[in-house]
Every structure is written in C-alpha cells, then in structure tokens.
C-alpha cells in the first residue's frame, strides 16, 4: 500500500516563504501523479489551490506555487500571511481511476 | 458560479445504509467527473470514490469498495452516494466535488459544504 507522505507540521514567519513537499513512502513524484494541493481551516470545507502540478486554481494568488522538486511534488508560499494558517493537503493520482491524499501539513504563521 | 449542495447526512446504526446526495449547477454536469471525499472528525481527507462524467466509469477506495455505490442522474444534475454496511470508521463529513475536466486522472477543482454521516448504536 503506497503512502502520500507530507510534513505534518511547519512553521512560517509573517512575510517569508515556506515550502511544503508531498512524496511518497516508495518511489519519486512525477507530473504523471498530476499532484494536487488544498488549504483547509477549522470547519470550512477544503479548497483548492494548485492542480495538474503547477496549475493555479481560479482566484488563487500567485504567492501560491507548485512544482516538482527532486523526488517530490512541491508547495511554495511566497510572502506568507496570518490567514495563510491552514492546513494543507495534497493529493496523487495513483492510475485507474484511484487518488490519495497525504496526510496533511499544519502551518502556523508566527 | 459552481455550486453544489450535499444533502442526506445523519445518524445511523452500524450495518445500515444510506444515500448521499448532490445538487450540482453553474456547470455542464455531465461534462465533468465527479468524486466523494471524506474526513473523519479530527483526521485528514480521504478520496472515497470517483465518476465519469458519462457516469460509466466508476471508481473507489479500497476501504469502502463492495459496500459503496456511486451514480449520478444527468438530467437532475445530481451525484449519489449510497453507503451500505455502514461502519464506525465511516463515521465522517462527506465532501462532494467537481473535478477540473472529464477524465479520471483529473483532479478537483470546487468542492461542497459536506454532510455529516455519524455511524453509532
């Protein structure tokens, strides 16, 4: 059974720029998973941030970037802010029809 | 605008079953794959299952496959899930969502409110 690793936790200071990765327990992330991003806050359904790798949702500011980086799918939040606090998910493409998320990264923006 | 609304949530004793529903519109439904995500009060999201746009394709998590059915009914506009052999650990908000394109390796781009199933005697 392939797991979807991520941090399950990090931290950012107001203004600077995290990078939140999304692997897997055996072998390297590659477009092929078409990886996927959300950003989730207590009580509010998810909402989606990057997908197909790099595409940015609609409305989605461009401080929000996502990418490959070497074995991993990769977030990058330039610029972080008190309401980027969430916690953030991905999500990979496994092949017939299947996905699976990881298991969530919980920023703190302090 | 997209729009969709979950409705048929509740409680409901191990061993029993129930149909979610979701209420699509602001987009060509049946253009469009649709999945069922959940998550566990307290826990991450977990994709549960999955439909083509055609409705012919149908796809699921291993921890639910044999005991869920998804569908969809085109011309209501409308996604379902029904849920038999419920279980504790399906005990979860039920999140619908759209994905960005008609094919299964295409992700989501909008998501519902969710509803509530509780599995408890």
């Known amino acids: 059974q392939t797991v979807v690793t991520q941090e399950p936790s990090f931290s950012v200071s107001p203004g600077g720029t995290v990078t939140l990765t999304c692997g897997l327990s055996s072998g390297s992330v590659s477009t092929t998973y078409y990886p996927s991003w959300f950003q989730q806050t207590p009580g509010q359904a998810p909402r989606t941030l990057i997908y197909s790798t790099d595409t940015r949702s609609s409305g989605v500011p461009d401080r929000f970037s996502g990418s490959i980086l070497g074995n991993k799918a990769a977030l990058t939040i330039t610029g972080a802010q008190a309401d980027d606090e969430s916690d953030y998910y991905c999500v990979l493409y496994m092949g017939s029809g299947i996905w699976v998320f990881g298991g969530g990264t919980k920023l703190t923006v302090l | 605008e997209v729009q969709l609304l979950e409705s048929g949530g509740g409680l409901v004793q191990p061993g029993g079953s129930l149909r979610l529903s979701c209420a699509a519109s602001?987009?060509?439904?049946?253009?469009?794959?649709m999945r069922w995500v959940r998550q566990a009060p307290g826990k991450g999201l977990e994709w549960v299952s999955g439909i083509s746009g055609s409705g012919t394709s149908t796809y699921y998590a291993d921890s639910v496959k044999g005991r869920f059915t998804i569908s969809r009914d085109n011309s209501k506009n409308t996604l379902y899930l029904q849920m038999n052999s419920l279980r504790a650990e399906d005990t979860a908000v039920y999140y619908c969502a759209k994905a960005y394109s008609a094919g299964a390796a295409r992700s989501i781009d909008s998501w519902g409110q969710g509803t509530l199933v509780t599995v408890s005697s």
């Open positions: 602001g987009f060509t439904f049946d253009s469009y794959a």
